[in-house]
Structures are given as C-alpha cells and as structure tokens.
C-alpha cells in the first residue's frame, strides 16, 4: 500500500504487532495492522497513543497520517473487550492525544470505518477516503451508544440533524455523502495512505490551521437558534424504536451538544455508553452479533473439502418463493433458470419479479436501470428438462410430498452430475425426498422464508446422506447472496416453523382459557415483535393452516371455527380481527369474541380472566422448551444458532437476543419452575421441562454453555 517507506528517527518503530509507525515523505505514518478488522483492541489504543506521541516528538515528521493495513479501516471497538476491566489507554484518552497533536493528523480511510474508528477519526484535523469507504457509528445496533465522543464530534461534524439520524440509525454512509456532509476533507485516488500522505503535504504545504471539532460550533448555530430543527430529525429517527433503550439514549446524547459544554458531554456520554453496556438489551444485541457470526460456520466439515463451484442456478416454481429466491440470486448478479410448467405461470412469476424491483426502483432503492439488468439474468422455461446447465437446483413446488418426489425423480433425471439438489420444502421429509433421487449425497434442504428476497434466514438442512462439500457449496451460496445460512437437521418443520407451531398452539389454548387475540398480540408486540401471532396468521391467510390439520387429521377448535366461519384472514376482510375494505390494521371484532365463548361453552369449558405474564409465559417457554428438545435430538448445533433462526426468520426482537439467550436471562430454573406449573395446572403433560432443560437448570447452567457445539448430521 505506501510508498517505499524510509525509517522513522533510529529506526522503524515497532510498538505492538498491531500498529507500526514509519516515516515517508515527512509524515509520520501510523499503521493498523490487527486483523480481521483492526478493531480497537487494547494493544491497537496503546500503539496508536505512543506513535502519536514519538511522531509528535520526532522533528522530521510534519504531518501524521493515521492507515490501516488489510480490507479495512478500524471497525469500532474490540467487542470482545465489553464487560472485561478496562485497560488503559481508553479510546478517549488516545482521542485526545490525537487532538492535542501539535502536527496535522490525517486519517485515511478504507473499507468500513466503523464506531470508535470513526470517533477516532473524529479527533483527527482531516478526514480523508477512497471512493468505495463506508462510515458509520453502528453502535445502536449493538444497543449501544458511541461512547468515545462520536455523538458530541459528529454533529460538530455533520450538524445534528443529520447526526441524530446516523447515530440513531446506525447506518453507514458511503464517502461521497459522507464529504457532501462535511464528514470527510476530500476522495483520494488509489490507497487510501498514499492518498492521504499526499493531502497531508497540502496541508503543510498550505500551512492550513489544525480544525478541531471539539471547539467549531459553527455547524450548531441553527439548531440552537431553533431548537425544533434538532428534535424533529430526533423524533423521525428515534419513531420506530420498539422499546429498546440506545436509540433514545442516541437521540438524548446528541441533544447535549446543544446545551452542555463539550468536556461536560463527553463525561455525561461515557456515563451512558458504561449504563448501556450493563443493560441486558446490549448484552442480547451483542450476543446477536456473535451468535449470527457463528452460526454460518460450518464446523464439522473434514479439512480439504471445499465447495463446489456455482456459476448458475436454476430454480423449479415461480410461485410466491420460487420468485423471490430467483430474485436473491439475480440481486447478487447469479444468473438464473426459472422453471415452470406452463407459459402462464412463467410470464405471471416473472411478472411479479417485475413489478417488485420496478417498485423499488421507483422509491429510489435501486438504480433506474437495475430491474432491466437484473430481469437480464432470469431466463424464464417451461419444463423441469431445462435445469441441464445448473450447478444448484432450488425446488420451490407446491408442498405436497407427491408432487416433490415427482419434480425429483425429474430433476434427477435431467441435472448434471455433481449438481447441489436443494428443495425449499417447509415441513417434509428430506431423507425421503432425497430417497427418489439416484444422488441422495447431492440432497439438501434450502428453507428460505418469506419474502425470500427481503428475508436473512436461510435453513439449510442436512439430510441423512447428504455430502459435506453438497452442505458446504449450499451454506456458502446462502451467504453470497447475503443471507444468513443456518445449518440444521430433518424432523417436521425443522427449527423455526417446529417452535413456531408450538407458539400457534399456546395461542389456541390461551384464547380457550379465556384470552383474546388483541390482548395475546398486544403482550408480544409490547415484547418486541412488530406483529403479533394472530395478526400476523391474518395476514398470511388462516387456511394454509387449517388445511394443513385436515391433512393429518389435526382439529383446533377456535381456529377451525373461525376458518369454517369464513373467516380467513385479511383476503376475506376477517380472520382473527375484522378488516376496514382497503386497511390492513386490525381491529379488534365481538364477533370473534363470540366465536370463541360459544366453542368453548360446546366444549364444557370456563374461561377466565388472563394476566400479561401468563400470556408471555405461555407463549415463550414452551418454544424455548421445544428448543432445548431440538438441541437434545441434534437438530440444531448450538442455543445460539436457534436464536438466528427466530432474530432472522420470525422476527424476534433483536434486543432480547433469541429464545435461548431469553431463557437465560429469565433463568432456565424459573423456566422449569413455570412450565411444570402449566404443565399440572393446565393438565398439560407435554408442558413438562424436557430433560435437557431440567438438566441445566438443576446443574444451574445456562444454554450458553453449549454454544460451541458443532453443526448437526
Ligand atoms: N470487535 C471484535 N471483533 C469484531 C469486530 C469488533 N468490533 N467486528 C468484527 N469482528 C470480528 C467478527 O466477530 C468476525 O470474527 P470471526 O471471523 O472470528 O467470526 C470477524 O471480525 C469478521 O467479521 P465479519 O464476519 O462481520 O466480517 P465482514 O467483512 O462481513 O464485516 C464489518 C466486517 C462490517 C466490520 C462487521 O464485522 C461489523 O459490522 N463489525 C462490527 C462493527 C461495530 O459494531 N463497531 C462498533 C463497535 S462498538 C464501538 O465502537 C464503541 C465505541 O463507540 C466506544
Ligand atoms: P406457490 O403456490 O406460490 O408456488 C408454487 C409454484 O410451483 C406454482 O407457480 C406452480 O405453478 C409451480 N409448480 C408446481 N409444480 C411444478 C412443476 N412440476 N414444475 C415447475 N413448477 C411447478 O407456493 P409457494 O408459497 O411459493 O411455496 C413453494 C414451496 O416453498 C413449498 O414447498 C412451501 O412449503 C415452501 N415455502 C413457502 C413459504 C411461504 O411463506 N409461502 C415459506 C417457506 C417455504
């Protein structure tokens, strides 16, 4: 990256591993050398603080310039290092160090300079970064605040209106935004050092005076004047936040630069990063964060075997998944052949894929031209004899096992050999799928979720035979399409939808015991999900379901009387809420009420009052319950791939951290305390603590513990 790099002072000045400091061309050149990410570890803070203070002392260095090594500038501060004694020097200290430099301090930025790094980079007099950099105080998404001066400097920077919004959103900027803002100094060509050793000479050159955000107030003015400006862009950043604490810590630490001398912020913002860290919403982000790292390992893949290579994909229906996972692929530029039976549905499938990127086009997600260049790389056919040139075949027919084995046998038939055979199936048997074929090594599950273009999760499931490189080939694609592979095993519904059942039923029995569906949805809603179980069964129609139990002689009875009383959800304007003609907010219906009250006077049963907390304890523990039965029969490797699975796939809300981190946080005895209380006083056997958990909570254990498992199969 740098020019041939002459010798500071003596001799090159080695302070750590992680950061070296050389002198080129009259700068003092600070390097950040601590993979995978340079994050601000503590030997990364102390290298940077003694460099800063040998360039200082150095008179041949003019100017410094402050680089990282490797695919990016510094990503924040070590996450590890949270919760741990703090080791000097802390990040504000090597902040102020910088700040007080008598020579320029430039900073050069690449990749995605991220929390405290760009706090640090705030301390520096210039900023500086190749085209394709982002920057971005994700902090939030960790429930956090920045906790290095970033929510004092950058509004300094940017002004606070648009600080509040990337502090509370915590989304990355890219460079060219980031200059028009004032974030940045200027877009240098080529390595982001080189280009930044170069502004440094200008500076010097130019004898421009050392700008330090801590004392220009200048980007304040209007906002003070008028405070209003600064609490709109907060209340428009801070509308959605769900009940979680950062973003209205965020939008308050922010709000300081208006009204508390800067030293006074700084200590006031420390206080509140120190609270948040403590608080078990950034606990559960944080484990979130780890957790989905985690879970796209696949671990238990003998060394050497690698995946294979998949240059195009084909996929078989183009029905409401099949198009959205052609959709994924063609977003990731994978070219893809969609497979239907007839003309109709092939031009109606493509049509949908259409009118989905031409709208998002037209809100400005996409370039105008995308949804052309994009539909470019679908290239529609009818007949399952086309899949001849794919190296993965995705089946996303109607989920009826009949019809799977048929679409295999056919596919086994016409796919190259070698080729990864994947079926989208939500709940059938993949050994016996996988059984029709003559390559059930070649056989897997890819379970995407709806919309298969927006949602993360993908299930990828190993069935009895299939290959480590099939296994391997699959988790990889998931990931290059951007979604969030999990590894998991065959048993009905595998891991999400096999919880989400048990959810379902709790629901039923609550609404027999004498809840109704708004007071049920508004406990989980207050939890955290955007929608609660009944409104969202609404929305996604009441009859899937339902037919779904008269096909293995299954009965509900309140959600079977309110689909035989044509209440199927939404499409029908009632389901388990009434629907005004055009809106999709549900209100609450007597009818349904009384549906409910005569199905259980038929049934002989009494329904009574039902606090908050036997809602949420009904509704929870079970599921966590059905999860620690699906990590004693391996179907899941660890508590912490389960809880990607809900974060990403049924929208569990990410400050509490997954099912299983939940249940650790309520404590796993008073989980079993609990659910053996239902399971007696409901008359309910299947309620009973499943040995695993009975286990750990005698043992006092968390499912934490077993977080290092390995992938199932
Ligand atoms: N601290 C410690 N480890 C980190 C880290 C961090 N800040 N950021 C990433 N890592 C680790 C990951 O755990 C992963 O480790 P693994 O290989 O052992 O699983 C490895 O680095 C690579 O990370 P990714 O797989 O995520 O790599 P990508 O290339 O996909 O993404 C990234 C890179 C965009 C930098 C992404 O890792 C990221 O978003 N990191 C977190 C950034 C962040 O939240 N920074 C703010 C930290 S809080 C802070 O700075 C507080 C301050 O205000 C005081
Ligand atoms: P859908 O009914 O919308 O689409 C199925 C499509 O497959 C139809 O367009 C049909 O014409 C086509 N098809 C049927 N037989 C075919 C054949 N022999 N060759 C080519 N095309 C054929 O169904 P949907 O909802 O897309 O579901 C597909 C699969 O995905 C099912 O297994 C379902 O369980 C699973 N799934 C569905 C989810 C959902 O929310 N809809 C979520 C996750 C998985």
């Not at 980079?121 to 920045?146: I, Q, S, W, Y």
């Not at 998949?310 to 052949?337: D, K, L, Q, W």
């Amino acid at each position: 990256m740098l020019a041939p790099v002459e010798i500071c002072s003596d001799g090159r000045l080695e302070l750590s591993d992680a950061v070296k400091l050389a002198l080129v061309d009259h700068c003092g050149a600070i390097i950040i050398d601590a993979p995978p990410v340079n994050a601000l570890s503590a030997a990364v803070r102390r290298g940077i603080f003694e460099s800063v203070r040998a360039a200082n002392a150095d008179t041949a260095v003019r100017a410094i310039v402050i680089a990282c090594a490797g695919r990016t500038f510094i990503a924040g501060a070590d996450i590890t290092e949270f919760g741990k004694p703090p080791q000097p020097p802390a990040l504000n200290e090597v902040i102020t160090a910088i700040e007080s430099s008598s020579k320029p301090v430039i900073a050069a930025i690449h990749g995605t300079a991220l929390g405290g790094g760009i706090e640090l980079t705030l301390g520096c007099h210039f900023r500086v970064a190749v085209k394709d950099a982002k920057l971005g105080l994700p902090e939030v998404k960790l429930g956090l605040l920045p906790g290095a001066g970033g929510t004092q400097r950058l509004s300094r920077a940017v002004g606070p209106e648009f600080g509040v919004k990337m502090i509370v959103t915590g989304e990355p900027i890219g460079a060219p935004e980031a200059l028009d803002h004032g974030l940045i100094d200027e877009i240098v060509e080529g390595p982001a050092a080189d280009g930044a050793i170069a502004f440094a000479k200008k500076v010097v050159a130019e004898q421009r005076p050392l700008r330090l955000l801590r004392n220009d107030d200048s980007k304040l003015v209007a906002a003070k004047a008028d405070r209003s400006l600064f609490t709109a862009a907060a209340a428009a950043a801070t509308r959605k936040n769900r009940g979680m604490n950062a973003p209205l810590a965020c939008a308050e630490a922010v709000s300081w630069t208006l009204d508390t001398p800067f030293d006074e912020a700084l200590k006031k913002e420390r206080e509140a990063f120190l609270k948040l860290v403590a608080d078990d919403q950034s606990k559960a982000q944080r484990h979130a964060f780890f957790a989905e790292r985690e879970a796209v390992k696949v671990r238990d893949v003998p060394d050497g075997v690698k995946p294979r290579p998949v240059g195009r994909v084909a996929i078989i229906g183009a029905g409401t998944m099949g198009g959205g996972i052609a959709m994924s692929f063609a977003n990731s530029g994978i070219p893809v052949t969609l497979i239907e039976t007839g003309e109709e549905q092939l031009t109606r499938g493509l049509g949908m894929m259409q009118k989905n990127w031409d709208a998002t086009a037209a809100r400005g997600g996409i370039p105008a031209d995308e949804p052309t260049k994009r539909m470019a790389l679908i290239d529609g056919k009818v007949g399952i004899e086309n899949v001849g040139d794919a190296d993965l075949v995705i089946e996303a027919v109607f989920e009826t096992m009949a019809i799977k084995k048929e679409v295999f046998t056919a596919i086994d038939a016409h796919a190259r050999p070698g080729a990864v055979l994947a079926t989208n199936t939500s709940y059938l048997d993949i050994n016996e799928i996988a059984a029709v074929t003559s390559r059930p090594q070649d056989v897997l599950g890819m379970h995407f979720f709806s919309p298969a273009n927006i949602m993360k999760l993908c299930e990828v499931v190993r069935a009895k035979q299939t290959a480590s490189d099939a296994l391997l080939t699959a988790t990889m694609l998931a990931k290059r399409i951007r979604k969030t592979p999990v590894v998991v095993g065959v048993c009905h519904g595998f891991v999400g939808n096999r919880m989400l059942a048990v959810r379902g039923l709790q629901g039923e029995a609550l609404l027999k015991s004498g809840a109704l569906p708004e007071q049920v949805d508004a406990v989980l809603t207050r939890f955290g999900f955007s929608m609660g179980p009944f409104a969202m069964g609404d929305l996604a129609g009441l009859d899937i379901g339902w037919r779904s139990r008269q096909d293995r002689g299954i009965r509900w009875d309140i959600a079977d009387a309110i689909c035989e009383a044509g209440r199927l959800g939404q499409k029908t304007s009632k389901g388990y809420y009434r629907y005004e003609p055009g809106s999709r907010a549900p209100i609450p219906d007597p009818e349904v009420e009384q549906l409910i009250d005569g199905t259980c006077k038929r049934l002989g049963l009494t329904r009574r009052a039902i606090g908050d907390q036997e809602i949420l304890e009904r509704m929870i523990y079970p599921m966590i319950n059905e999860g620690a039965r699906i990590l004693e029969e391996k179907i899941a490797a660890r508590p912490g791939d389960i809880d990607v699975i809900w974060l990403h796939g049924y929208g569990w809300p990410i400050h509490r951290g997954g099912p299983m981190f939940y249940a650790d946080l309520v404590g796993l005895k008073t989980i079993v305390e609990r659910l053996e209380f239902y399971a007696r006083s409901l008359n309910e056997p299947a309620l009973r603590p499943t040995a695993l958990l009975a286990r750990l909570a005698g043992e006092g254990a968390s499912f934490a513990s077993l977080n290092t498992a390995t992938n199932p199969g």
